[in-house]
């Protein structure tokens, strides 16, 4: 994210352009307009289709907008539409008329959305239009009159949901409220699906918003192209949708598979997670809001270039792979390779749409389940996956191991219900790299592989065929399938094509660097070093006591942990001893039958001797039973501390990262007095574009260390449902094995006892 | 220091599998003479054995009284037996080991070193385990001196002893020493000697089938024995890591599970729960194995070690009974000291017909308690460890249904 940022951020600043002057002028009249004209229009839904109808003049009747609209909002909840037009009413106040206080109506939204203004505002030292103002209190008396029951909705929501989690949601509503209006078309072109929106919205938003004003002067000849392009936008997705909701579909699918990843991932965790918190609002919102802006997007590559070619810098990754003037069909042919994974959220997007709505809802249900109950994932997730059949290939030191990994799941997003491919181990780290370098920087916590082991390895490779080695391929096996089944259990990472390549591909190229003893070993060796000792040199001053509390938490099950799998470890050694004695133990009984001359005594002792020699077996069981069952589990548990604890590592990055744009703008800033002291305007012109490139740095920043908290925050929820439940279910197995040993033992000492009585 | 009581810990071993009936021996208990040993006080590095008797027998002042004697005076009384010619005959009960509670105490000590580096609950823990081991050790011991005293008291002969009277009754310190280097090194060159000798003896062919079969039969079984409890004891000790092992894993648990109080900690305290119960069973499983199989198999290695130097003794006395008619022999034919050879020969002869005499009965007798004692000590090992199985799975059923509903 981070690298491909700075570029993105550039031209958005330009792109942003366009809406602010959209809203600051031209749009301004459409809001009395729209007032005016329409004042029975009931649906304050969709405000922004309303803009754009009047804006235009269109032919298409608004009233048959609202009704398609309507008629949507019949199919998903009631709720959701109604929060949507006041959020549209407050964005538009926040970003446009900077003097919200009065809004008192709108209390929670309309607060914080200024909030967000003005500070937005303070950092680009531009002061607004008193004009501006005055239609924006205007328009904001007409919304409040008609948007009265549905306001009062949102606040009410905004406030339970703020309730709970104050900051968060605070924060988080905030934001894409506000982006999502002023550059209500630019994320239009996106077609993002909600979590997309969400995502671009924090990354970038601010960006946006605070850029324009500073250069509106002289970008002033760039108006009328928006304006125009604006309303085009606006007016045909009116018909758009109306006419052809299905078209839709296709498009928002084809969002960039890389786009749809990331989004899938960052939006995920935020809808999952917190379940009565801002991400639920989000997702409604986002639901709601997003199918206003898709309707524009239908259009817009055909009527404006310059709108997709925003939306491709502003979404940098998202759109690369739209050409200007994409058409559909271009799109389309993106679908097939394009997961219907990502199903869940671009349906979710196309919600209005009719078709789709069923779907929609099902998919909602599901999420709702995640977000309630994570237990019904292995529902949702419904696959399983084995390694099986472990393979030495090769000869000497150049041998290996190769797993048969067996995925089985109707999920529509694999070709096939069951298929079968071979993986060697280093696939499997790879697989862990790629998935570690791209979702831990976003605080995912990803589950690790078992580790390389050269002495367990090389003696698979001498070949001794002793027990050793083949306990030592058993439970990599054994590791190896459970770390498939964390990752494809992961709601995101399922989503990953790399993860998809792997269980699916035939031939997958050879995983690079993942050899313990070369080069690129090394470099991760040294890697790792300097990134201890930069989090040593990090000082954070955690605000969030939450993060604190479970910092703590982990790094304290970490040691219990890690002390648990030793006495575990050690059971298993002296159980496997105990196995061999009583083996012994078996065969000397078994001798001192055949010595002994007392017939049924002989006998006894040589019934004694094959009890022991069962108990051998039990106990030896019982060793497998303990390594499988409870050392194992731990020693996944421990990896899995580790990843958690990574995730806390990249959320203090970005944390550090936002700290130091900050410190780099303070200096920026302190120049530009000193410039301004000294009078020097060719200078001072240079300083303040480098102030605001710093400036939009820096809540860029800040918003990816939000969002890579809210992630870690939720992934540590889910890590931790995930943990219980995956105890409970172990331990509690572990126990019927130790139940059913218990009851093989009575059966053969009740066997014996019969013949201990027989001595005579 | 370390004083420990008989009766400490009452929980470590039931009433049924405690004391010195552990591996009872004897055919028949006589109600004239019965001896127990009714307290023992563990001191720096001895161990104060209370031997209580209760006898008829006209020889005793009292009907009832005690003494309290240590391990070197049963040492003593055994090595009397042992050197009285008289009993030459007579499987010699096997003297009791030494108490060792060296590799217990140095556990100990070390524990008391390592208290600051681990958490109160971990030192309790592994102070109780000590301690519990210690007792069990101390145990054994007063058990294995009382099976020695009440095998005497049993014997037709031995208890008759006036040795054993005195070591029953006089309740002084009998002042007896350990023995000194010089009789130790006497002892090892008598021992070199008599296994030298006894390889010597033992290729002589008896006579007699009886004997031929029971020399054979001993010397296969006392090293089959010896293999079987070594491999016992080594058997156990493991069950006993196992045991520990599990004993600090539900201690482990239970600081994972007072962490916090979440589902899962909560889980984890029941979870520490069922294993601090189970491993109390298993280490019950491997003390009441180690009482009725390791302790059973060490008493009838020593045991048929007795056994192994009777056959010795009677082979040693039939190679001098032939010599003695070699003697008579030669001695005939020079005739010269003729009757002192006829005497020597007579007197080898009844010394040989009288070892004889009394080693065929007490070989059978020898049997019929091995095997007596090997019905009753595997009954009681089988009946233990169903008993213990069954509370195990009990335990896990009950623990399982109680997770389970918490799930």
Known sequence: MDTTLPPASQPSDVLMEPPSDLMNDPLIEPFSSLTENKPTSKIVSEPSDDFVDLTNNLADSPEDAAESVLADVAIDTTEIPLDEPSDDFVDIFGGETEAPREEVVIANVTVKAAAAADKSEVTSDVTDPPGDLKTGSDFEQEANETATDSIIDLSDDLLSSNAQKPPLASDQFVDPLVDFLSDAPPAADAKIPSRATVDLFEDEGNDLFTEPRQTKSAKQQQKSLFGEADEDLFGEPLGATTKKPVIKEPKGKPVPTKAARDVSNMGGPLQDGYTAEPADIFSEEAVTTVPSIKKTSAVNSKTNGVHSEEDTDIFAEATVELSLDSPQEERKKGVPAVPSASAPSVSAATSLAKPQSASLEELDDDEEEEEEEEEEQEDKFDISISVKDPEKIGDGMNAYMAYKVTTQTPLPMFRNKTFTVRRRFSDFLGLYEKLSEKHGPNGFIV?????????????????????SSADFVERRRAALERYLQRIVHHPSLLQDPDVREFLEREELPRAVGTQALSGAGFLKMINKATDAVSKM??????????????????????????????????????????????????????????????????????????????????????????????????????RLLGSVRGSFDHRMKAWQRWQDAQAALQKKRETEAKLLWANKPDKLQLVKEEIAEWEVKVTQYERDFDRVTATVRKEVVRFDKEKARNFKREIINYLECLLQSQQQLIKYWEAFLPEAKAIA | MMQEGLDDGPDFLSEEDRGPRAVNVDLQTDATLQVDISDALSERDKVKFTVHTKSTLPNFKQNEFSVVRQHEEFIWLHDSFVENEEYAGYIIPPAPPRPDFDASREKLQKLGEGEGSMTKEEFTKMKQELE??????????????????????????????????????????????????????????????????????????????????????????????????????????????????????????????????????????????????????????????????????????????????????????????????????????????????????????????????????????????????????LVELAELELKHAKGNLQLLQSCLVVLKGNT
Request: glycine share 2%.
């Open chain 1, 447 to 467: 589950p690790p592989p078992p580790e390389k082991s050269i002495l367990g390895m090389t003696k698979v490779k001498v070949g001794k065929e002793d027990s």
């Open chain 2, 132 to 377: 519990a081991e210690y007792l069990a050790i101390f145990k054994k011991t007063v058990a294995m001196h009382e099976v020695f005293l009440c095998r005497v008291a049993a014997h037709p002969v031995l208890r008759k002893d006036l040795n054993f009277h005195v070591f029953l009754e006089y309740n002084q310190d009998l002042s007896v020493r350990g023995k000194n280097k010089k009789e130790k090194l006497e002892d090892f060159f008598k021992n070199v000697v008599k296994s030298a000798d006894g390889v010597l003896v033992a290729g002589v062919k008896d006579v007699d089938d009886f004997f031929e079969h029971e020399k054979t039969f001993l010397l296969e079984y006392h090293n089959r024995v010896k293999d079987a409890s070594a491999k016992s004891d080594r058997m156990i000790r493991s069950h006993k890591n196992a045991a520990d092992d599990i004993n600090r894993i539900a201690s482990s648990l239970y600081t994972l599970g007072t962490q916090d109080s979440t589902d899962l900690c909560k889980f984890f305290l029941k979870v520490s729960e069922l294993f601090e119960k189970t491993r109390k069973i298993e280490s019950r499983v491997a003390a009441d194995e180690d009482l009725k199989l390791a302790d059973l198999l060490k008493y009838y290695l020593r045991e048929s070690q007795a056994a192994k130097d009777l056959l010795y003794r009677r082979s040693r006395a039939l190679v001098d009974y032939e010599n003695a008619n070699k003697a008579l022999d030669k001695a005939r034919a020079k005739n010269r000291d003729v009757l002192q050879a006829e005497t020597s020969q007579q007197l080898c002869c009844h010394k040989f017909e009288k070892i004889s005499e009394s080693a065929k009965q007490e070989l059978i007798d020898f049997k019929t308690r091995r095997v007596a004692a090997f019905r009753k000590n």
């Open chain 1, 537 to 638: 040199t990090i000082k954070m001053n955690e605000s969030d006591v939450w993060f604190e509390e479970k910092l703590q938490e982990v790094e304290s099950a970490d040691q219990q942990f890690r002390k648990l799998h030793v006495l575990v470890e050690s059971l298993v050694v002296h159980r496997k001893e105990l196995s061999l004695n009583t083996a012994s133990f078996a065969k000397s009984t078994a001798m001192l039958g055949s010595a002994e001359d007392n017939t049924a005594l002989s006998r006894a002792l040589s019934q004694l001797a094959e009890v022991e020699d069962k108990m051998e077996q039990l106990h030896q069981d019982q060793a497998t039973n303990d390594t499988f069952n409870f050392a194992e589990l731990i020693a996944d548990y421990i």
